[in-house]
Structure formats: C-alpha cells, structure tokens
C-alpha cells in the first residue's frame, strides 16, 4: 500500500525546490518554523498574559484552562480526522447538548431504579458515549451512501439537535437530581496526581488520536481520502467505511467531552454547547490541518484550542480594552496564527 | 386613478371583514415571541401559551395564535403571514431586536391591526398602539440598593452583564448609578457572560483568580448565577457572601425560600409580562376601553418573605 501511494508530483515539486535554493537543508528549517506557527503564537500570547496580569502565570489558572479547553480539545481532535479526510461536522455543539440533555434525563429516571448514584451514572456515560457514536453513524451513512454533502447534512442536524433539546427541556434547563450531581461531581471537579480529571481524558484522547491518525493505517487511509478521494478509490481503500468511522469517531469525542461536560453544571439547556463547532473548526485550522482535507496535525491542534481558550482567559484577567471588543481580538489573533503558519499547502 | 379605487375598494372590504367581528367581539389575536433559545424565553413561550388558553376560556370565540421565531428576520416574516394569512385583528409582540422589526410591525398596524409591543420598545413609537415593559434600569436599581445594604455599604463587587444590548446597558448604568452614592464599595469589573451558564463559569473562574476578595457578585441573572456558584464551588472561596442573580427563575426562588445563606435574595423581571400584555390587550379590545399607552411592571425585590408569591412550579423557568 504505502509503496502505491508514493505521490510523484510531490517528488517533482522537491526536486524543483532544491534546483532553485541552493543552500540545502535551507527548505526544512523554514519548514519546522511553519510548523511550529500555532506553538509560538502560544508562547508568545503567554508572554502576553503574565506581563498583564502576574495572575497568568499561575498553575491554579494553568489548570482552569486547561480544563475549560478539554471540551472543545476532545471534539476537535474528532474533527481533525473528519476534516483531514475532506469533511466537516457542523451539529458538534448541538450534538453535546442533546447527549447532555438526553444523559440527564435518562440518569434521573434510572437513579430510583437501580437504587445506586454510581450506576446511574454508568448507565448514563454508556448512554452518552453509544448517542455520540450512533449520531455518528447517522452522519457517516448519509453523507457516503446517502451522497448529501456534510455541511448540508450536518446542518441540518445542528438545528434538529439543538431543537429537539428545547423541545426535552420544555425551553427551560435540564437539572440532574442533586444527588447524582454530588456522585457525579468529581469527574470535572476531581484531580489526580494534582492535575484535573478533564485534562487526563483530553491528553488521553490527544495521544490517542496522534497514534491512529500517525502509526496506522486507518489513519493513512483518512489521509489518503482527504488528498485525493479518486485516487484513494482506485487504490482499493474501503472509501465509505473510512469516512464513516471518521464521523462516529467525532460522534465518540463529543460524548466523552459531553460526559465531562455534564457535571460541570450538572445542568443542560438550549444555550449548551453554543457554537463549540466553531470553536473546534477554528482550533483544528489554527493548529494547521488543511479545511480543504489531505493533511493535518493533532498536537497543533491540540494547541489551537488551548490558545484559542487563553486569549478569552487573558481578557477576563485584564480590563483594559473595552469588553464589547473581546470577540475582535480573538479574531486578530485566529488571523495572525493563520498567517504565521501560511504555505503549508 | 385606478390605484386610489382600488385602495378605496379594499378599505371598503376591509372595514365590512373587520366591522362585524368587532359586533361580535371576536378577536383574532397574533403573538409573536422569540423561539425558547434560554430559560427567560422559554418562561416566555410557556406563559404566552398558558395565558392563551386562559384567555380562549374566558372571551369565547376568540382566537389566539402563539408564534415563535428564531430570529429578527423569521420574526418579521411571521408578522407579515399572521397578518395576511391568519387575517389577525390585533398583534402582541416581543420583538426579537427592534429596529429590525419595527418597519414590518408598522406595515401591519397600517392595515388596521391593533399593536401591543412587549419588553423590547420599537424605534419608532408610533407603530404600536401600546406598550408592556418590564423596567430595566429599575431592575439595576433595585439589585444595587439590596446589595449595598446587606453589605453594609462596603466591600468588592463583581458583575457579570449579559448580551450586549440596550436592555443591558440600561440595567448596568442604573446599577452603577446607585453605588456611585455608596464610596465604600467597590466595583471591580463586569464581563458579558451573556446571560449563558457556561460563559458565565469561565468569567467567575478568571474574577477569583483576579480578585483575592471578592465580597458579593452581581450575576444580574438567575442563569449566570448558576454558573457563578458553581465556580466558587469548585475554588473553594469562603469570601463571597452573597450572590445576586435576577429575572426570578423557580430555582433560585426556591433558594430564596428556603433561606439559602449566599442567595439571599432576587430581582423579578419576569417572562410573565407576555401574560399580562396579552391580559390587558383582549380586555382592551373586547370591551373597547382605551389601553395606557404605557404600562410599565416593576422589577420587585423577592426575599424570603414574599418569595412563595412568586414561585411558579409549573414554569420551566
């Protein structure tokens, strides 16, 4: 297989660079210093943030980032597969907040029954982790053998989501019994080893989704489909399978996200999970995965969504611009990273 | 030539329609809410919907259809359907934003229909025939007057506001109107968290790590407040003694009730104002007895004393 795919026209563009920079190795630093784009973009809003406010600098601050950027994390490095193999995934807020909300619902009414908080909320992650992997699926089947392009389908379940969750919750908010809520509390509030559980499950999937995405086949597969969907086709690469398991892996970060989502507030309603797949596209593309599919990086973008969650931490610890502009700077800081990792195509 | 018969035509036809159901007293009543997108406009859509049955009940023969859209746009194309399809006599609406809908709800009101705007006043006044607000800088006002005085008039405050609109700022300035008079407390920042539980988490997150003595919070919402407990929770802060949210959702009425020791009040500002819009209107219509041009509903301060007044089950809010 990977003999098969050996891209000659990349070949070509290298020699033809080489004949035209005469000093070698010259090409791979610049490109180490594109790669790293996202990375120092990090570094340098960090230097930004403890010059303002010495407050930054602090781990209890480190940890409160880190933990509010694992929901967003988890979701995007799911989107990372989907849009590297060509593809995009609008309905991942909504979905959140269906699963949160149907979780909730469905460990309230179980609680009684099995007598036990705990295995309440067993059933109700199971519950969380088996909606995300079959909306999924619904995704998957649609856009391969269903022929729809993923933004129409996945549009038009992001409002079929966020709809039916108004419609559970009466427009009002779901609450999660108190006593669940108290049992189920330490998976966002707990830590280990001094580090809060939210970041584990986000480093554990991060690491997870390099190792599938770098060292398997599966993940050449995706790649290989998001450069060039003919070629993948002529190479006997089962297309519609690979596409489908990207969307009911995504469906299965948004439930893990979803499960330590929920007893943060222990609460789910129709403003949850409001424009996270904005934010998770937007961490994907800063940490330098192609839109257009074909390549891209989990660790970058493992970064972008920890930059993108600093610049809003940074602005709640300051107050010297005028707070209706908050959402501009994060735009220009989006727009800057894009620029300091450019060419990468 | 032929416009101006034509038009004379229709107004012929329009007031022979119209005339008789006003003989007869059945009102064709159109309400137009915004789509149940947060806890205070899902309060909105149940009483919208509970005092249309109420009102179906106790003036028969009237209709009354219950509309919600999802944003500016939808809202003033539902306007134009009610009023060309379901051929509506009167319209109550809450308008989504209101310069946007003020020129639709102003076309409609041309054809004849009697306007009732809620909450959110048009630009231009003289689109609708009455208005129902609930009163914003008395909203701010009244929260800052109860915190300066169970702080003992010193002491950090900290605010969260919420979305960036008119009725926001109105509340914000009339609250920092009030501490102006009180120099020994202290207003540390506000922050949108746009009346959203989430965003109003990470804002609170980021005041506690900002601020080592934070005395009360302004959480000027009873959904924000939720999230603002939850980030003192989980830092384990003993410095803030009290936590004021607003609008008057069941939960924190309940807290109120039940004498929680941080939630020790609320401020009402409620989505029941659409009842009493709708109330006030039929009663106007049906019997014919001019509606004020103005009516304002206080924002009332709920303490354990009067909070079972308030506390609605029922609401999903």
Not at chain 1, 168 to 174: C, T, V
Not at chain 2, 31 to 46: F, K, N, R
Not at chain 2, 268 to 289: C, F, H, N, Q, W
């Amino acid at each position: 297989m990977p003999p098969a795919l050996t891209d000659p026209m990349q070949d070509l563009a290298l020699s033809a660079d080489n004949a035209s920079t005469p000093k070698r190795g010259g090409k791979p630093l610049r490109q180490h210093l594109l790669d790293a784009g996202p990375i120092v973009g990090l570094v340098l809003l960090c230097i930004v943030g403890t010059v303002l406010n010495p407050d930054f600098a602090t781990w209890d601050n480190a940890m409160n980032v880190l933990t509010r950027t694992a929901f967003i994390g988890i979701i995007a490095v799911g989107m990372c597969f989907v849009i590297i193999s060509g593809g995009i995934d609008l309905s991942v807020g909504s979905m959140a907040a269906l699963i949160a909300g149907c979780m909730i619902m469905v460990m309230n009414w179980v609680a009684p029954l099995l007598g036990s908080p705990v295995a309440a909320v067993l059933v109700g992650m199971v519950i969380a982790l088996l909606l995300g992997a079959a909306f999924g699926l619904a995704h998957g089947v649609l856009i391969t053998k269903g022929r729809i392009e993923p933004f129409i389908v996945t549009l038009g379940t992001l409002g079929i989501f966020r709809a039916y969750l108004t419609y559970f919750s009466n427009g009002g908010a779901l609450t999660l019994d108190n006593e669940l809520a108290d049992t189920y509390g330490p998976v966002y509030y707990g830590a280990w080893l001094g580090i809060p559980i939210p970041i584990w499950v986000f480093l554990a999937v991060a690491v997870a989704g390099a190792g599938l995405l770098n060292r398997t086949r599966y993940g050449r597969y995706v790649q290989a489909i998001g450069s060039n969907e003919q070629v993948a086709r002529y190479a006997a690469v089962a297309v519609d399978r690979i596409k489908i398991l990207t969307y009911v892996l995504l469906g299965i970060c948004v439930g893990v996200a979803t499960l330590l989502y929920v007893p943060r507030l222990g609460s789910a309603s129709p403003s949850t999970g409001l424009l996270w797949e904005l934010e998770a596209i937007a961490a994907v593309i800063v940490g330098g995965t192609a839109l257009k599919g074909g390549q891209g990086r989990i660790v970058g973008t493992v970064v972008g969504a920890v930059l993108l969650s600093v610049i809003g931490n940074i602005l709640n610890l300051t107050s010297i611009i005028s707070v209706y502009l908050n959402a501009a700077v994060q735009g220009f800081v989006i727009i800057v990273v894009a620029f300091l990792q450019r060419g990468r195509r | 030539m032929n416009r101006r018969l034509f038009s004379a035509i229709s107004l012929a036809i329009a007031t022979l329609v119209t005339a008789p159901a006003f003989a007869q007293n059945k009102l064709v009543m159109g309400v137009s809410v915004p789509a149940a997108t947060h806890g205070w406009t899902g309060g909105v859509v149940y009483w919208a919907n509970r005092t249309k049955a109420e009102l179906e009940k106790q003036y028969p023969g009237t209709s009354i259809i219950v509309k919600t859209a999802g944003s500016a746009a939808e809202q003033a194309n539902q306007v134009q359907d009610l009023q060309t399809v379901n051929k509506i006599d009167t319209l109550v609406i809450l308008p989504f934003e209101s310069a946007p809908l003020t020129k639709p709800v102003a076309q409609v009101k041309g054809k004849g229909v009697y306007v009732t705007v809620v909450d959110r006043g048009l630009t231009d006044p003289s689109a609708q025939n009455a208005y129902v607000a609930g009163d914003n800088p008395g909203f701010g006002k009244v929260a800052a007057e109860y915190m300066a005085k169970a702080m003992g008039g010193k002491g950090n405050v900290v605010v969260l506001r919420g979305i960036p609109t008119v009725i926001d700022n109105e509340r914000v300035d009339a609250f920092n109107a009030v501490m102006k008079g009180h120099p020994g407390i202290k207003v540390l920042d506000a922050k949108h968290g746009n009346w959203n539980r989430d965003d109003a988490f990470k804002v609170m997150q980021d005041y506690l790590t900002r601020f080592k003595q934070i005395d009360a919070v302004w959480a000027s919402d009873d959904d924000m407040a939720v999230g603002v407990q939850k980030a003192i929770t989980q830092a384990k802060r003993s410095d803030v003694k009290l936590v004021l949210g607003g609008a008057g959702s069941k939960g924190y009425i309940k807290k109120v009730m039940d004498g929680d020791p941080v939630v020790t009040a609320d401020v009402t500002y409620s989505p029941s104002m659409i009842a009493d819009a709708m109330k006030l209107t039929a009663e106007a219509r049906v019997t014919g007895k001019a509606m004020p041009g103005t009516t304002i509903i206080p924002s009332v301060l709920i303490t354990k004393d009067n909070a079972s007044k308030y506390y609605v089950p029922d609401s999903p809010f």
